[in-house]
């Protein structure tokens, strides 16, 4: 057996002197060492021929010359050498950043002897130069075209993967292949100039019959120099990515089965598009382009790919069936689609959490000392961690969680909030909110459609928050009542999990050490009870429940403005405009809100500090979280306003509901008389009181209250203001300004409970410790009485399962049948006045109870309703024909008055009502198809193409940059 050493050269001289020095220390030599170098523009030639002298042949070739053809011209210079029988002679590729251990070629030699008939060895690469981590241990290929070893992101080489075994292919770094095998199968494939080459080789080797065997024991340490970026070449350039996914796209349709050929050609294609879509959401737009001209370069040229199918099948033995055994299993793609999205998804709520300790390691670098203050800091960061750091030491799950105090706490309170919110299980009506519709289909329909056939049809926009339920009902297979279950049951959760981030920033903006563990957990369990103590649970306000949910997760995005990273503070900026239009589409006052805070805030710093004003990345992120919100929302936002129904702008999602907030109401924190005892609202707002007194935490306390008394001042003078709707007189909605002062006063203690349990470790007179020890107990009883109250509290108040029907089954029936076959109910008296309302398709749900409530009246209708009940004539049904009404009910009681008159009609038939107090008739009038079409104006159209190519940039400028990170050695 005779071995040739093959290296190949490029600009290599930051490594070859060790590579050289491990090709000449092999405790098996090589017979033979040819080396060819691709013009090097370093002293590459010179350190070859210096440390190998004689026993090297050596030849320089243009620098365009790709990996495949250096190597066949390397074959050249080394002609076989005469064998005697049973003699193979092997070669044994090298690269000049693939630095071999002593016993690398023994390893693969050894290993061929005890498998005489294996064609192709490959050694165990190690990363260079950290040594210990593992490359590759042999190759395949997923079914996208993934290049898979098999290894987790980083793995350690403990000996783990050291058993020989049968792979698809070997890197050809270390690659020791039957110099047979290589010119019988054309040696590399020169379409693949690159990348790729010993997979497209291995496999081709595998079809023609030869196996490949990897040798753990044989060590080779692998720069990547290429792949890394370190090391450009005229054949890549700066567009790495295109030339590994072109050789992926390449080597799996040339090889690839007949049978499976069509499916895999689409399959990459689509798989490609959809790679291009993930590189753009995290703003990686050179591989997206990349992505998207490897391509086109191999699918878009199919004679090149059925040529190198036709090569491959020239050569084929036996069955490729044999081959798949060698291929990575087909769920593969899947488990990688899903690890990134899991890192996506981690970078992206993990955006925010270290504002504080980036800020505090600012600050260390520019103050004395630098870099190495800024070092010492994060060890002492480390070494300061509370016991909190123990829950992701490497044990057990389960271990880990019971033996976390926090964990459990947090997690029963999961457990118990759902149990409380256990009437949500199911379809819920009531108070604030209405049937939702049969199918996710009614609210696209609802969101795009610029004309409603509601009542008499009107061209009120669609409430914004259909948007978000229609998504998500989608989502959900078109399950429409579980997307409003789903909002009911985890908003507290959420809310909880939203409180606990945001105090653990607050807390290390405020005190470099943090809150106290169960500081943060009391905190967060108190603010996420708000929604329920509140009332706005219990009536079925599932706006004010919401918002509630989101805000500490809106607060939570703004602390990035403060973010010493300029890129970290715009993407914060986007991050927060998606949440604040999700906040908004529930309750619009939100960001009528955000748009006060931040021209204060603005203005504020103006006279503070003005130099802040002339920095655009300083000033610039609230400023775009706040504008690019209408624009997010511009389909609701402008017809609003353009349809004379910007009173929606002071409403809240669902139906209308009478704000019962006084002065007191709006201190306990008490929407209605649904809320919890009062009393616990007054805890709350005496230990914010208290927060105050600590000096050091005084200046972010009273920053809270500055927000806390701005909510207050708004809201009374919300509360002063009447709206006059088209179908009733009502007040502002107050919900949100609760929630932000309750909210605000929840911070407020925990910073000012931090200050004095601080104080308490160095100054504890046994006073100060029984203040301390009351005030505890106080405090612990506002969550602890909030959720018992919520536990024990009586079902089906205001939210019910069922609502209330007055319209026969069959009319409902009748009513779905076409837009045309309404129900007019009307309710009332001659002497007490009447009220009325139509009923289409199935019935009033959510999302057009609003688009009623803020709907012109339609001044002939309600003429003809006038008329009806009180001088009824032929004329006037055959105008409720006209309008699309097939039924007229009185609901009960039903007036006799006017139900004789009614069955005196012509035109009215008698019709079975649901009880013997109500009455009803159907209207024996042709109904008229066309009478509820309205304009549906091209602008509309536009807003939502606006809105959707909005949502689709902020989402791309919002999300974390993920990148392959191609980094060099600089230790080499």
Not at 260 to 284: D, I, T
């Given at each position: 057996m005779t071995v040739t050493a093959l290296l190949v050269s490029h600009d290599g001289a930051r490594w070859l002197p060790a590579v050289l020095t491990g090709l000449d220390g092999q405790t098996l030599p090589v017979d033979r060492v040819v080396a060819v170098d691709t013009t090097s523009r370093d002293d590459s030639v010179e350190l070859v021929r210096e440390a190998l002298g004689?026993?090297?042949?050596?030849?320089?070739?243009?620098?365009?010359?790709?990996?495949?053809?250096?190597?066949?011209?390397?074959?050249?210079?080394?002609?076989?050498?005469?064998?005697?029988?049973?003699?193979?002679?092997?070669?044994?590729?090298?690269?000049?950043?693939?630095?071999?251990?002593?016993?690398?070629?023994?390893?693969?030699?050894?290993?061929?002897?005890?498998?005489?008939?294996?064609?192709?060895?490959?050694?165990?690469?190690?990363?260079?130069?950290?040594?210990?981590?593992?490359?590759?241990?042999?190759?395949?290929?997923?079914?996208?075209?993934?290049?898979?070893?098999?290894?987790?992101?980083?793995?350690?080489?403990?000996?783990?993967?050291?058993?020989?075994?049968?792979?698809?292919?070997?890197?050809?770094?270390?690659?020791?292949?039957?110099?047979?095998?290589?010119?019988?199968?054309?040696?590399?494939?020169?379409?693949?100039?690159?990348?790729?080459?010993?997979?497209?080789?291995?496999?081709?080797?595998?079809?023609?019959?030869?196996?490949?065997?990897?040798?753990?024991?044989?060590?080779?340490?692998?720069?990547?120099?290429?792949?890394?970026?370190?090391?450009?070449?005229?054949?890549?350039?700066?567009?790495?990515?295109?030339?590994e996914r072109r050789a992926a796209l390449l080597t799996s349709l040339a090889n690839v089965s007949?049978?499976?050929?069509?499916?895999?050609?689409?399959?990459?294609?689509?798989?490609?598009?959809?790679?291009?879509?993930?590189?753009?959401?995290?703003?990686?737009?050179?591989?997206?382009?990349?992505?998207?001209?490897?391509?086109?370069?191999?699918?878009?040229?199919?004679?090149?790919?059925?040529?190198?199918?036709?090569?491959?099948?020239?050569?084929?033995?036996?069955?490729?069936?044999?081959?798949?055994?060698?291929?990575?299993?087909?769920?593969?793609?899947?488990?990688?689609?899903?690890?990134?999205?899991?890192?996506?998804?981690?970078a992206a709520t993990n955006q925010a959490s270290d504002v504080a300790e980036r800020r505090r390691l600012a600050r260390a670098e520019s103050g004395p000392g630098g870099g190495a203050a800024a070092r010492?800091?994060?060890?002492?960061?480390?070494?300061?961690?509370?016991?909190?750091?123990?829950?992701?030491?490497?044990?057990?799950?389960?271990?880990?969680?019971?033996?976390?105090?926090?964990?459990?706490?947090?997690?029963?309170?999961?457990?118990?909030?759902?149990?409380?919110?256990?009437?949500?299980?199911?379809?819920?009506?009531?108070g604030a909110l209405s049937p939702v519709p049969d199918a996710a289909a009614d609210w696209w329909r609802l969101h795009v459609s610029s004309w409603h056939p509601l009542g008499t049809g009107t061209d009120v926009p669609a409430p914004a928050y259909v948007l978000p339920f229609a998504l998500a009902a989608s989502l959900l297979l078109g399950h429409t009542g579980a997307v409003v279950s789903g909002l009911m049951l985890l908003a507290v959760p959420v809310a909880a999990w939203g409180a606990w981030r945001l105090l653990k920033v607050v807390g290390r903006l405020v005190d470099p050490l943090g809150l106290p563990r169960w500081l943060v957990v009391w905190g967060a369990l108190t603010y996420a009870l708000v929604p329920v103590t509140s009332g706005a649970w219990a009536e079925g306000r599932f706006g004010t429940v919401a918002v509630a949910a989101l805000l500490p997760w809106i607060a939570h995005a703004a602390l990035g403005f403060v973010d010493p990273d300029r890129d970290r503070r715009w993407r914060a900026a986007w991050r927060t405009a998606l949440l604040l239009a999700l906040g908004a589409a529930f309750v619009p006052g939100l960001w009528l809100f955000a748009l006060l805070a931040t021209a204060v805030v603005l203005g504020s710093a103006a006279v503070i500090a003005p130099r802040l004003l002339r920095e655009r990345d300083s000033w610039g992120p609230p400023v775009v979280a706040v504008a690019a919100t209408p624009v997010l929302l511009a389909p609701w936002l402008l017809p609003l306003l353009t349809t004379g129904s910007a009173s929606g702008l002071l409403l809240e999602a669902g139906r209308l509901t009478v704000d019962q907030v006084t002065f007191g109401g709006l201190v306990t924190g008490r929407l209605n008389d649904l809320g919890a005892p009062w009393w616990?609202?007054?805890?709350?707002?005496?230990?914010?009181?208290?927060?105050?007194?600590?000096?050091?935490?005084?200046?972010?306390?009273?920053?809270?209250?500055?927000?806390?008394?701005?909510?207050?001042?708004?809201s009374g003078v919300l509360s002063h203001v009447t709206l006059d709707l088209p179908s009733v007189i009502t007040r502002p909605s107050l919900g949100l300004f609760v929630v932000i002062l309750q909210g605000t006063w929840v911070v407020a203690i925990v910073l000012g409970a931090d200050a004095y349990l601080r104080r308490l470790a160095d100054h504890h007179p046994w006073w100060q410790r029984g203040v301390a020890v009351t005030l505890a107990v106080v405090a612990a009883a506002v969550p602890l009485g909030g959720l018992a109250w919520w536990l024990t509290a009586e079902e089906g108040d205001v939210v019910a399962r069922d609502a209330e029907q007055s319209v026969p089954v069959y009319m409902?029936?009748?009513?779905?049948?076409?837009?045309?076959?309404?129900?007019?109910?009307?309710?009332?008296?001659?002497?007490?006045?009447?009220?009325?309302?139509?009923?289409?398709?199935?019935?009033?749900?959510?999302?057009?109870?609003?688009?009623?409530?803020?709907?012109?009246?339609?001044?002939?209708?309600?003429?003809?309703?006038?008329?009806?009940?009180?001088?009824?004539?032929?004329?006037?049904?055959?105008?409720?024909?006209?309008?699309?009404?097939?039924?007229?009910?009185?609901?009960?009681?039903?007036?006799?008055?006017i139900s004789s008159l009614l069955d005196?009609?012509?035109?009215?038939?008698?019709?079975?009502?649901?009880?013997?107090?109500?009455?009803?008739?159907?209207?024996?009038?042709?109904?008229?198809?066309?009478?509820?079409?309205?304009?549906?104006?091209?602008?509309?159209?536009?807003?939502?193409?606006?809105?959707?190519?909005?949502?689709?940039?902020?989402?791309?400028?919002?999300?974390?940059?993920?990148?392959?990170?191609?980094?060099?050695?600089?230790?080499?």
């Open positions: 004689e026993r090297v042949v050596v030849d320089v070739v243009p620098g365009s010359t790709s990996y495949p053809a250096a190597v066949r011209h390397g074959l050249d210079l080394a002609p076989p050498a005469p064998a005697e029988a049973g003699d193979d002679e092997w070669i044994w590729l090298l690269h000049d950043d693939s630095n071999p251990a002593p016993t690398a070629l023994a390893e693969l030699v050894a290993a061929a002897r005890e498998h005489p008939s294996v064609a192709i060895l490959g050694p165990k690469l190690r990363e260079w130069p950290s040594l210990r981590r593992l490359l590759e241990v042999g190759l395949t290929i997923t079914g996208t075209g993934h290049r898979e070893t098999g290894l987790e992101r980083g793995e350690y080489d403990q000996g783990q993967h050291d058993a020989v075994r049968e792979v698809l292919a070997v890197n050809t770094a270390g690659m020791l292949v039957r110099r047979s095998v290589l010119e019988s199968l054309g040696g590399l494939d020169e379409d693949l100039p690159i990348f790729g080459n010993d997979i497209d080789f291995g496999w081709r080797a595998a079809l023609a019959g030869h196996r490949t065997l990897v040798v753990p024991q044989a060590v080779v340490f692998h720069a990547e120099a290429a792949h890394r970026g370190v090391r450009r070449t005229p054949l890549t350039g700066r567009h790495t990515h295109y030339q007949s049978r499976g050929f069509a499916w895999q050609y689409v399959r990459l294609f689509l798989g490609s598009l959809l790679r291009v879509v993930g590189f753009l959401a995290v703003r990686s737009v050179g591989e997206a382009l990349d992505e998207l001209a490897a391509a086109l370069s191999v699918q878009g040229r199919p004679r090149q790919l059925l040529a190198a199918r036709r090569e491959r099948a020239r050569l084929r033995q036996g069955d490729p069936a044999d081959v798949r055994r060698l291929l990575a299993p087909t769920w593969l793609p899947y488990r990688h689609g899903l690890d990134f999205v899991t890192d996506l998804v981690s010492d800091g994060r060890r002492g960061a480390g070494a300061s961690d509370d016991d909190e750091d123990a829950y992701l030491t490497d044990t057990g799950f389960v271990a880990r969680f019971f033996t976390n105090p926090v964990a459990v706490v947090l997690a029963l309170f999961g457990v118990l909030s759902l149990l409380a919110a256990r009437e949500a299980f199911g379809t819920i009506t009531g616990l609202g007054v805890v709350l707002g005496l230990l914010a009181v208290a927060a105050l007194i600590p000096r050091s935490t005084r200046v972010p306390v009273l920053i809270c209250w500055l927000v806390a008394l701005a909510a207050a001042v708004v409902q029936q009748s009513s779905l049948l076409g837009q045309e076959h309404g129900v007019l109910v009307v309710s009332g008296s001659v002497d007490e006045g009447v009220t009325y309302r139509i009923r289409r398709d199935d019935g009033t749900t959510v999302g057009e109870d609003e688009i009623l409530t803020l709907a012109d009246e339609d001044a002939g209708l309600t003429s003809d309703v006038r008329d009806l009940v009180s001088a009824p004539t032929p004329t006037v049904v055959a105008d409720l024909g006209a309008r699309g009404v097939e039924y007229v009910v009185l609901a009960s009681p039903a007036d006799g008055r005196a009609t012509a035109g009215l038939e008698q019709a079975s009502a649901e009880d013997r107090t109500t009455r009803a008739w159907r209207v024996d009038r042709p109904l008229d198809p066309a009478s509820l079409d309205g304009p549906s104006p091209w602008w509309r159209t536009a807003l939502l193409v606006v809105q959707a190519l909005a949502i689709v940039l902020a989402l791309v400028l919002a999300a974390p940059t993920v990148r392959q990170r191609r980094e060099g050695d600089r230790d080499v």
